[in-house]
C-alpha cells in the first residue's frame, strides 16, 4: 500500500510523494539548458507518472513561465490524472491583488488549463493585504478558475488570517507549502504544522531532500555546481550537519535497500498529512523519489532519525 494525502479537507487524493518542477525550467538555480534540458525532464515527468506519481508543483517565476509552459507541454501528452498547482508572486511591483486574476490567466495559458486544482500565494506579500490577496483568490474560485486556495511559506498566524478571510467566502485554506525535511525541522516547532492539522490544510513539503544535500552524493568542501553553493545547507556548518544526518540515512536505508534520498522522503511522509514534492531533474531520480512510497520505517529508526537531526 502507498502512502496517500489529502489536499485540504475535501480535495483530491494524491501518493504522498510528489513532483517539484522548479528543476523544470529554471536556469539560475538548477541550470536548465545547461547541465541537463528538455529531454531529462520529459524523461523525469514519464517516469514519475508511470511510478503513479500525481501531484505536481510549479510557479509562475519558476523560469520565468518555462516551468508551467513545460509542465503544459507534457501533461497533456498523459491521460493520467494529475493534480496540478502553481503560485502567484506577490512581487513587491505588484500593487493590486486585482493582479492575481491577471496573472492567473497567464499562469492557465501556459499548463494549458481552463482551472488549476491548487493556486498558492508563494510567500506572504509585502505591500498587499492578505485579506485582499484571499478575496481575489475567492474570486477566481467562484470565476471557476481554480480548484483550491494555498499559500506558501506562511507562519502559522497567517494560516490563520488566511483561512479566516476565505471562510468569509465560504472556503477553506487547502495548504501551506514550506520547507521541511531533516535538515529543516521548522514546522514542528513554530506552529505550522500544528496549523495545518488544526485547520485541516496539508502541508507540502518542498526542499524534502535539502536541494541535494539529504541525497548524500554532496559532501563537505564538495558542493555542488552553480548558485547552489551559497544556499544555507552548502554553507558553514550545513555540509557537516548534513553528513551527520546522511550517515544514518545511508545506515537505515541498507536494513531496507532503499537510498538516502528514499529514506529522508519516508521519514516525511510518515506523518499524517504531509505531502513531500522532490524535484526530479531525470528519470533516474524520479524513479527513486516514488520508491519512498509503499514502505516504513520502524519506530525505532524513525527514533533514531529525530534524535540525529534535533538542532
Ligand atoms: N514554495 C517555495 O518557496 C519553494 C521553494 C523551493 C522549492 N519549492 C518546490 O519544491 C520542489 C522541490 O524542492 P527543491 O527543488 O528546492 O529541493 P529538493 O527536491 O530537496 O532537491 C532537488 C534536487 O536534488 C537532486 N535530486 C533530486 N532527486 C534526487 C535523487 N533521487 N537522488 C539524488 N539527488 C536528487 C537534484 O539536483 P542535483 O542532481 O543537481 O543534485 C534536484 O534538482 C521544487 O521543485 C519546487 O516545486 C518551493
Given at each position: 500500500m502507498i502512502q496517500t494525502v489529502r489536499i485540504g479537507k475535501d480535495g483530491p487524493e494524491v501518493p504522498a510523494v510528489g513532483v517539484g518542477a522548479w528543476q523544470w525550467g529554471d536556469s539560475v538555480f538548477w541550470g536548465y539548458g545547461r547541465s541537463y534540458g528538455r529531454a531529462e525532464v520529459e524523461g523525469a515527468f514519464a517516469a514519475s507518472i508511470a511510478a503513479g506519481l500525481r501531484f505536481i508543483d510549479t510557479a509562475e517565476v519558476y523560469g520565468r513561465g518555462r516551468s508551467e509552459r513545460n509542465v503544459g507541454e507534457l501533461r497533456r501528452r498523459s491521460d493520467a490524472p494529475l493534480?496540478?498547482?502553481?503560485?502567484?508572486?506577490?512581487?513587491?511591483?505588484?500593487?493590486?491583488?486585482?493582479?492575481?486574476?491577471?496573472?492567473?490567466?497567464?499562469?492557465?495559458?501556459?499548463?494549458?488549463?481552463?482551472?488549476?486544482?491548487?493556486?498558492?500565494?508563494?510567500?506572504?506579500?509585502?505591500?498587499?493585504s492578505l485579506e485582499a490577496l484571499m478575496g481575489a483568490m475567492a474570486d477566481a474560485v467562484e470565476a471557476g478558475k481554480v480548484r483550491q486556495v494555498g499559500v506558501s511559506n506562511f507562519s502559522a498566524g497567517e494560516m490563520y488570517r488566511a483561512h479566516a478571510a476565505l471562510?468569509?467566502?465560504?472556503?477553506?485554506?487547502?495548504a501551506n507549502q514550506v520547507e521541511y525535511s531533516l535538515l529543516h525541522r521548522e514546522p514542528e516547532r513554530n506552529g505550522v504544522l500544528a496549523a495545518c492539522r488544526e485547520l485541516g490544510a496539508t502541508l507540502i513539503a518542498y526542499s524534502p531532500i535539502a536541494k541535494g544535500a539529504l541525497s548524500g552524493k554532496y559532501r563537505p568542501g564538495a558542493p555542488p555546481p552553480g548558485l547552489r553553493r551559497f544556499a544555507g545547507d552548502f554553507r558553514g556548518g550545513g555540509p557537516k550537519r548534513a553528513e551527520r544526518i546522511v550517515a544514518v540515512l545511508r545506515r537505515v536505508g541498507e536494513a531496507h535497500g532503499n537510498s538516502p534520498s528514499q529514506v529522508a522522503l519516508n521519514w516525511l511522509i510518515g506523518k499524517p498529512g504531509v505531502l513531500a514534492i522532490p524535484g526530479p531533474k531525470n528519470a533516474r531520480q524520479a524513479e527513486e523519489n516514488a520508491g519512498a512510497l509503499g514502505w516504513s520505517l520502524t519506530e525505532d529508526e524513525l527514533a533514531e532519525l529525530d534524535a540525529a537531526s534535533e538542532l
Open positions: 493534480v496540478i498547482a502553481t503560485k502567484f508572486a506577490p512581487l513587491p511591483y505588484r500593487l493590486s491583488a486585482r493582479l492575481l486574476g491577471w496573472a492567473l490567466d497567464r499562469s492557465l495559458r501556459r499548463l494549458g488549463l481552463a482551472q488549476v486544482d491548487l493556486y498558492q500565494i508563494h510567500w506572504p506579500a509585502t505591500f498587499l471562510a468569509r467566502r465560504g472556503l477553506a485554506l487547502a
